[in-house]
């Protein structure tokens, strides 16, 4: 799964990153395998 997500810092500036998630079910269950964040470059 990919995602996009923001964080607000104390000094009010704002990132913007980006999140992969690998997911494996087991026994009928949803589990996270790996997780990969990103910060995406400045253009």
Do not use: C, H
């Amino acid at each position: 799964m990919d995602t996009k997500y923001e964080i607000k810092l104390e000094s009010n500036q704002v990132r913007n990153l980006w999140s992969t998630f690998i997911v494996v079910q087991q026994e009928g269950n949803w589990k996270i395998a790996a997780i990969r964040n990103m910060s995406p470059a400045q253009r």
